[in-house]
T-cell receptor, first 111, second 114 residues
């Protein structure tokens, strides 16, 4: 089946540092989505991207839909303790109801 | 709105027993998805419904798994008989049409099969 390759798998950073993670695929996606999952909860949507090249911000978060439609990245600036969690990329193929998830990037923040 | 409601939140059972997970989607949402999350495989889509009709069950691991949606406000995922490798967190999500931003996940059911 379709796969999204998300990297890195985990990150250990200092509070205040910027974070970057990305997602690639061999398939062309119509929509890219970024979710965050807190411990014991379901994933929550952070940013949705619908156009190739689109750059969207949500507070300290910035995400871009790659020009080739096969990749996306998420940046977090000036990380804070509550940014800890698992970040998932997800994509929707053209004319497909469902979205496919990457395996997640686990973010750890050192005090 | 109360969001997507799942029950139970935790389930511990013995191998061979039947397990039933329940989901109440957000009122008015016409799509319902069942996912399974494990460390090894990440978040996998098991099956999804549109207007109570199963559309794609290709992610259901095997015949021991079955899902139903008898009406717009209720769905079940059943595992019979359960096996230790079924231990995972099972999420239900609902969505309004094709608007991805309206897809919301429930809190999940953490299943442990001994």
């Amino acid at each position: 089946g379709q796969q999204l390759n998300q990297s890195p798998q985990s990150m250990f950073i200092q509070e205040g540092e910027d974070v970057s993670m990305n997602c690639t695929s061999s398939s062309i996606f119509n929509t890219w989505l970024w979710y965050k999952q807190d411990p014991g909860e379901g994933p929550v949507l952070l940013i949705a991207l619908y156009k190739a090249g689109e750059l969207t911000s949500n507070g300290r978060l910035t995400a871009q839909f790659g020009i080739t439609r096969k990749d996306s990245f998420l940046n977090i600036s000036a990380s804070i303790p509550s940014d800890v969690g698992i970040y998932f990329c997800a994509g929707q193929l053209w004319r497909d109801d469902k979205i496919i998830f990457g395996k997640g990037t686990r973010l750890h923040i050192l005090p | 709105d109360a969001g997507v409601i799942q029950s139970p939140r935790h389930e511990v059972t013995e191998m061979g027993q039947e397990v039933t997970l329940r989901c109440k989607p957000i009122s008015g949402h016409d799509y319902l998805f069942w996912y399974r999350q494990t460390m090894m495989r990440g978040l996998e889509l098991l099956i999804y419904f549109n207007n109570n009709v199963p559309i794609d069950d290709s992610g259901m691991p095997e015949d021991r798994f079955s899902a139903k949606m008898p009406n717009a406000s209720f769905s079940t995922l059943k595992i019979q008989p359960s096996e230790p490798r079924d231990s995972a967190v099972y999420f239900c999500a609902s969505r309004l049409g094709q608007v991805q931003e309206t897809q919301y996940f429930g809190p999940g059911t953490r299943l442990l099969v001994l």
